[in-house]
């Protein structure tokens, strides 16, 4: 069984930066792909990120487009995302997700999830 910690959360000012990563440990498997999902207070969990395991294959949901960039180091299995140009809606909690399954990992059914690190974006 595949466990991921997601880290590099906190509190930032708009327009700033922050750089999450996701270590993933366990039982993993040859290939896997990554995600990051998050969710805000009162809200449904949402697709922000995926990356297949060569790295290029990625989506990114509209609203992060330009903005963010996910990436991954396979030799360390780490995954990233970097977020640039926050904003009040970027606040919430990030998951990082894998899945052998590329489509799983967009579609939001990944086997695996992190604990979730919390965003809080401030004027």
């Known amino acids: 069984q595949m466990q991921l910690v997601e880290s590099g959360g906190g509190l930032v000012q708009a327009g700033g930066s922050l750089r999450l990563s996701c270590e993933v440990t366990?039982?993993?498997?040859?290939?896997?792909?990554m995600g990051w999902f998050r969710q805000a207070p009162g809200k449904d969990r949402e697709f922000v990120a995926s990356?297949?395991?060569?790295?290029?294959?990625?989506s990114y949901a509209d609203s992060v487009k330009g903005r963010f960039t996910i990436s991954r180091d396979n030799v360390k299995n780490l995954g990233y995302l970097q977020m640039n140009n926050l904003n009040i809606g970027d606040t919430a909690t990030y998951y990082c997700?894998?899945?052998?399954?590329?489509?799983?990992?967009?579609?939001?059914?990944?086997?695996?999830w992190g604990q979730g690190t919390q965003v809080t974006v401030s004027t």
């Open positions: 997700a894998a899945d052998d399954r590329y489509s799983a990992v967009e579609d939001g059914r990944s086997r695996h």
């Open positions: 990356i297949n395991w060569m790295s290029d294959i990625t």
């Open positions: 366990g039982r993993i498997r040859t290939t896997y792909a």
